[in-house]
T-cell receptor, first 110, second 119 residues
Framework: DSGVTQTPKHLITATGQRVTLRCSPR?????VYWYQQSLDQGLQFLIQ???????AKGNILERFSAQQFPDLHSELNLSSLELGDSALYFC?????????FGPGTRLTVL | AQKITQTQPGMFVQEKEAVTLDCTYD???????LFWYKQPSSGEMIFLIY??????QNATEGRYSLNFQKARKSANLVISASQLGDSAMYFC????????????????FGKGTHLIIQP
C-alpha cells in the first residue's frame, strides 16, 4: 500500500460526458502528480500541484483540468470525453527521491 | 527535453538468475533523478529504486541495484536471484530536480520492458 488513494477504481462513461477523478496524497506530501497510461501513448505526465498551486504541466489536453484543495486532495476533471481518453489514470505523491503511485482509476469511454 | 529509452521490449529469464534491464536517458539538465518502477499485471505502479545524478554511489534496495554510468547516460536495473513474482512490466523514468522547491517535476517514462521469469 503506497498510502496514495484514488477513487473511483473503475469508471465507465459515454463520449461527450464529463468525469471527476479524485486523489488523496500520502500524509505529509504537498505535491500531487497526475499521469495517464494508455496503449497508444504509454505513461505520460499530465500535471503537478504543490500545496494548492499548479506547478508544472505536461501533456495535458485543454479538455482536462485539475485542482488541489486546502486539505491537499486533488481532483482531475476530464470533459468532452472521447474514445481515445480511455486509459488508466494515476496520481502520485512523494518526496524528491520517490514518487508513490495510487492504485489508479481505469476510465472506459464508450 | 528529457528522453528515456528502454531497448528491450521483452525478456525471458530463468528463475534464480540475475537480470539486467537496460535504460538510457537523455537530458541537458545537470541535476536529475532516475527511477525504476514495477507494474505487475494487476496494474499498480510500484516504486523500486532511485538514483540522483549527484549521488556518489550506485543505489541499492534489497535485490534491486541500479548500475548508474553517468558518462554513458545509462541507468540499468539489476535484479539479483530472480523470482517468479518478479514477472511484470518494468519502467525506467527520470525527472529534473527542481531548484525552486516543490519537489521533483513530473516523470518522463520509457516504454517499458516486459520481464517473464520462467521456472
Amino acid at each position: 500500500d503506497s498510502g496514495v488513494t484514488q477513487t473511483p477504481k473503475h469508471l465507465i462513461t459515454a463520449t461527450g460526458q464529463r468525469v471527476t477523478l479524485r486523489c488523496s496524497p500520502r500524509s505529509g506530501d504537498l505535491s500531487v502528480y497526475w499521469y495517464q497510461q494508455s496503449l497508444d501513448q504509454g505513461l505520460q505526465f499530465l500535471i503537478q500541484y504543490y500545496n494548492g498551486e499548479e506547478r508544472a504541466k505536461g501533456n495535458i489536453l485543454e479538455r482536462f483540468s485539475a485542482q488541489q484543495f486546502p486539505d491537499l486532495h486533488s481532483e482531475l476533471n476530464l470533459s468532452s470525453l472521447e474514445l481515445g481518453d480511455s486509459a488508466l489514470y494515476f496520481c502520485a505523491s512523494g518526496p524528491l527521491r520517490a514518487q508513490y503511485f495510487g492504485p489508479g482509476t481505469r476510465l472506459t469511454v464508450l | 527535453a528529457q528522453k528515456i529509452t528502454q531497448t528491450q521490449p521483452g525478456m525471458f529469464v530463468q528463475e534464480k538468475e540475475a537480470v539486467t534491464l537496460d535504460c538510457t536517458y537523455d537530458t541537458s539538465d545537470p541535476s536529475y533523478g532516475l527511477f525504476w518502477y514495477k507494474q505487475p499485471s494487476s496494474g499498480e505502479m510500484i516504486f523500486l529504486i532511485y538514483q540522483g545524478s549527484y549521488d556518489q554511489q550506485n543505489a541499492t534496495e534489497g535485490r534491486y541495484s541500479l548500475n548508474f554510468q553517468k558518462a554513458r547516460k545509462s541507468a540499468n536495473l539489476v535484479i539479483s536471484a530472480s523470482q517468479l513474482g518478479d514477472s511484470a512490466m518494468y519502467f525506467c523514468a527520470m525527472t529534473q530536480r527542481s531548484e525552486s522547491g516543490g519537489g521533483a517535476d513530473g516523470l518522463t517514462f520509457g516504454k517499458g520492458t516486459h520481464l517473464i521469469i520462467q521456472p
